[in-house]
Each structure stands twice: as structure tokens, then as C-alpha cells.
């Protein structure tokens, strides 16, 4: 394939001035089940992990891609033991993270279980373990898928997760918080943290890629003087299939560096706490007055289709989430937008219903166990209704109120606390076991 000079100088600028990177190349590790699991996923750690960190800095100094950071997903706890040994768990986490430290990997997940209709031994001591577990290591990631569109909503589970997390909230000021999912229909080739893990079913190692690139969507917006909705599409489209293509091939380098599987590249655009890499900023440059306003939905619809369109046609197999992330305190134009008070709790979930992170890393006060279920709940359920993945971050904060910036740090940025409601008794959270699954169910086979 040719390419023309014009090509080659807009993937310049988009690498050097508008913040395009490799969010992160994700390795896929499936663990074996064996008594001695914490050991052994450790090894695999770092045995792993050293030629993961080599083959991406081999990558970055060849072909000038930045990569931003280097994982590894491992297998989730309820497919490697089946012993629900809370201790076994922590000392699982510790030493996973102290490999991942030695070699230089920034994170791993699949620290996590699949609880989707009820709670087995695992899953039990994986929800005592957490607290602990989270608090005391920095680069273990956490998850629990809690439900999908073929089994239903397990409420119990969310309940329960819900206390241990306020839990970690309090033990870690609402940070550790940012490393634990509560999910449904997760899949098993998420490149991001915290949901990735080594799905069933899959070459025992993979790669796959997240990409990002909203400072590139909004410059080519801005250019493009598009005057229809049309016009606007193709300009998306066009910018998505190369920042999707540009994921593919660095995944494909490194891959071949380790001589292993090349997976999918998950499509969606996920920002930072950067100036100039918001997702708000691209549907503010669309010409919506402020994120949150009237319209905003319609323009985060068209950026997704678009998004969507573009990158199937880059790549060979997508995955992941592949929607579009809308992080209150890692996009510094959601900032913003909330200090405006343009963004309430209930517009981000109606956002949702477009997109597939779903409530993603949002402050909030201090509230009771019963209204971090049911918030948590409420927004799961549109995943399991439009059978998409869907997950839920949110930020318990210790001693904040609604409008406090609070300062996560690093990558994890700064978010401001939302007010949420937290009335009570709330009795409808409480009641035991799951919500059947729609009737979308029966459509689907």
C-alpha cells in the first residue's frame, strides 16, 4: 500500500501535537488451576512480563509509536482455584503485584470473578479478600462481572461488593476505588483496566490493543468546516480508521516480537486528564454548548456510530468495549463541564445507554451500602437490557461533599463530587438472590 507525503505528515502531526498514543498493549495470560496459584501466577508474571516490556520499548524506538503503558490480564480467580482461602487470595495479590514491580509491567488485572446468578465459595472470599487485597498493592486491578443479558442481574452480588467497597474507599480515600469494575456482559479480551482478564476459550497468550486519539476526532472536527451530520460522520469515520489502524499495527509488532497471538484492538476513544485528549471537548467542538447540554447524547450517538464504522474497517478483529469512554476525572473537558454543572449522575447514565464504559471513575459522597447497590444496579441494567458491556467505577469519597475537586492523582486526574441521593430505608436493594434475565433473552436463541 502507498502512501501519500500528506498522509504521512497528518500521522505526524497526530503523533507529536494532538496527543495520539497506544493507551496500552495488553497481554492476555491464562493461568493454569493449581493449588499453588499465587506462585504460580507470579512466575508467569514476570517470566512474561520482562519480554512484554522489551518487545514494546523494541516497538516504540523502531516505529515512533508511543505506547503508554504495558499490562498483562490474567485468568479471574473462580477459573484457577476453586478454594475460597481469603488469605490465599491477599497473598495472590501481593505477590502478583511484586512481579509485575520487578519487571516493569504498570498493571495486571483479572484480580476478579464471574458471579453473574449466585456466589460461590470463591467469589465469597474474593469479596472478604478485596478490601485488603486493593488497598495494599499498586498495580493489581480488580474486577466482578455480576450478570449479562443470558443470565439476568445478580442483585445480591451487587449488594454485597457494594459494602466491601465502601470499605476500600475508606482504607484508601476512594483511589483504590479506581481499580475495581463492577460489571455485566464482560468480555474476555478487554484491554482496559480495570476489566481485562484472559477470557475462556482463548490462546493460552494474545495481545490486544487500546487505543485513543479524542485530540485527533476534535482537530479534524474543528478543520473540517462540515456543514451536514453527514459531512461531520465521514470526518469521524475517516480519523477513526487511522488512529484504529495505527493500534492494530503496533499490536501486530509487538505480537510477532513475542511469537504469539495478535487478539483484537478495542475501538473506543478513551481520554486523559491532558489538555487537548477530551472526549467532552470533541462534542463541544461538534457545537454543543458545554458537555451535559441539550444535544449531547446526539452528538455522543454520531461519534460512536462513526467510531464504530471507521475502525471495523481498519482492522482485522475488534473487541473489547469498543464504545467510548466518558471518565468524569480522567477527561479534563468532563471536569470542566462538571464545575459548570452541566454533568448531573443521572445524564451520565442516560449517556450510557450509547455508550459501553458506563458510569467511569465518578466522585461521590460518602453514601450508605444500600444506595451504592442501587445506583450501581440502575446502570447495569441498561447494559443487560441492550445486551452490551457495561461497567461501573464510582469514587466514594471519605469527609467530601457535592462540589469538592477531589485530586486522584497521575493518570487517574481530578473529578468532581456529584451529589447523589441517599435516602433511606431503601429495602428494594436488599432482597436476596437475582433479576431474571429479559426478554431479550428468548430473541436471542
Known sequence: MMFRTEEIAEVTEMLHYLNL????VTLSLEVPSDKDYPEVAASLVEKWGEELVRAVREVVEEHGVPIVTSRIALSPLNVITSDGDIDRMIEYAKEVDEAARR????AVGGFGTFANTGL???TKGFLEALPKALSTTE??????NVGGTWDGLNIEAIYSISGKLIELAKL???TGNAKFLVSVNLPGDVPFM??????????SAEINVAVSGPGVVEAAIRR??????RDLHEEIKKVSFKISRLGEFAGKKVAQKMGIEMGSVDLSLAPTPKMGDSVAKVVEAMGVPSFGAPGTLTALALVIDALKKGGAMAVSRFGGFSGLFIPLSED????EAAERGTVDIYKLVAYTAICSAGLDMVPIPMVSKETLASLTADQLTIGIVHNKPMGVRLLPVPNSKPGDVIDLGGLLGKGVVLPLEDLSPNSFITREGHMPPPVLRLQLG
Not at 519487571?103 to 504498570?106: E, H, N
Request: charged content about 20%; aromatic content about 8%.
Open 21 to 24: 498514543d497506544i493507551r496500552a
Open 103 to 106: 519487571v516493569g509491567v504498570d
Open 120 to 122: 460461590d465459595e470463591v
Open 139 to 144: 498495580r493489581v486491578f480488580g474486577f466482578i
Open 172 to 174: 484508601t480515600n476512594a
Open 194 to 203: 480495570p476489566g481485562a482478564h484472559h477470557g475462556l476459550g482463548r490462546p
Open 224 to 229: 473540517s468546516n462540515a456543514r451536514t451530520f
Open 332 to 335: 479534563a473537558g468532563m471536569l
